[in-house]
């Protein structure tokens, strides 16, 4: 195998952000991230000390979205969310950016809401995912390109502070032609731009997109860190299967991996 299965699975942030997620579904999610010993769980606010306390004694760490999905929060809100999150517990905060603001060229308002979370994240040890929602900045903005504008979010955010930029939150649903609503999330040609864009003391996340062992092992090789996922026991399962075949000396039949297919 190309990686080792800890190298690959701490990669994944198990994702347990559906709106629908019970607390059940919470300790069963928190199971299965100590089972496979992943990077993380990135879960919802209010889950935060529950979480902490189903994982204590593991490797895993416990990380909280913050102003999520749309980013649409008050700074003061974003801030104290996380000062509430990094109290009970969260050693990692996955933030999205104010798009509007971003999208109208108000690059200090962008940077102040940035940095404000990521000052205080920092004062309690924890580290800052800043998420560019990248399916509704296809068009660019601010008088400046797609990839333009990425790029300097990338440089925005990496002087605010921020410890890695991320493509998406995974739920950026944008109306298609037909009326159906549907993402891209992480793409390679995003991952390897905002790779590109920060330096080596940013890390890059991909989130979205991404559902099998080839699409994880495709972000690793564009310079990922990080991957946000709900398929984890899949992706990991076959990790070890083939791992098992190739130690047989079997030919491993490999599906096609692809990432930014969209849907969960």
């Known amino acids: 195998m190309k990686y080792t299965y800890a190298e690959l ?6 994702s347990l952000l559906h709106p629908t997620m019970t607390d059940r579904d919470l300790e069963e999610g928190c199971a299965l991230a100590a089972r496979y010993d992943v990077a993380s769980v990135c879960i919802k606010p209010y889950a935060v000390a529950r979480a902490v306390a189903l994982l204590r004694g593991t490797d895993v760490k416990v990380g909280c979205v913050i102003g999520f999905p749309h980013g649409n929060s008050a700074t003061e ?10 109290r009970d517990g969260a ?35 924890a580290k800052v995912k800043v998420i560019f929602e990248n399916d509704y900045l296809t068009k660019g903005g601010a008088g400046l390109s797609t990839d333009d504008f990425k790029r300097r979010l990338c440089q925005l955010c990496e002087r605010a502070g921020a410890d890695w ?6 739920y950026g649903f944008v109306k298609q032609a037909d009326g159906s609503y549907n993402y891209k999330g992480a793409t390679e040609h995003d991952l390897a731009l905002m790779r590109a864009s920060c330096s080596p003391h940013v890390q890059v996340k991909a989130a979205g997109g991404v559902r099998d062992l080839d699409g994880l092992i495709k972000v690793r090789d564009l310079g990922g860190s990080r991957c946000g996922a709900t398929a984890t026991a899949a992706m990991l399962d076959e990790y070890r299967r083939r791992a098992t075949a ?18 969960y």
């Open 91 to 125: 050693v990692e905060i996955d933030m999205v950016i104010n798009h509007g603001k971003a999208l109208g060229g108000d690059w200090d308002y962008v940077e102040a809401d940035v940095r404000a979370v990521c000052v205080e994240a920092h004062q309690h040890g």
């Open 9 to 14: 699975a701490k990669m994944i942030d198990h």
């Open 246 to 263: 190739e130690a047989a000396g079997e030919q491993v039949a490999k599906p096609a991996g692809a990432i930014g297919s969209g849907g």
């Open 165 to 170: 930029v991320k493509t998406s939150t995974g």
């Open 77 to 86: 809100s974003k801030r104290y969310e996380t000062e509430l999150a990094c």
